[in-house]
């Protein structure tokens, strides 16, 4: 739509009723709503699912963070250097 079209249909609007322009804006509104559904595009996965969510989230990677700072690493005793990965964490044995 051109400029001037769209000049048009604004300058149209003081035509229109209080009850015409609250229709119209709940018309306009439920087309923003439906776009908006339609540009979030497919499935969004478990942290797309909670992007209104954000004060959630963060309070989960606080907690998964200081979790990570304040438990060491548990290795079962099958992964263990003695059972070949020696390699990966240098000649030290990970215990």
Excluded: C
């Excluded at 079209?5 to 119209?24: C, E, K, P």
């Excluded at 559904?37 to 797309?48: A, C, F, I, N």
């Excluded at 992007?51 to 690493?73: F, G, T, Y």
């Amino acid at each position: 739509m051109s400029q001037n079209d769209f000049g048009q249909i604004v300058a149209s609007l003081g035509g229109l009723s209080a009850v015409q322009l609250r229709t119209l804006q709940r018309e306009i509104e439920a087309k923003i709503a439906a776009d908006a559904k339609t540009s979030r595009g497919g499935p969004q996965g478990s942290l797309g699912a909670m992007r209104d969510a954000a004060d959630e989230l963060d309070v989960i990677v606080e907690q998964a963070m200081k979790n990570r700072r304040e438990r060491p690493w548990r290795l079962p005793s099958s992964e263990s250097s003695d059972s070949g990965y020696g390699h990966l964490f240098g000649s030290a044995q990970v215990r």
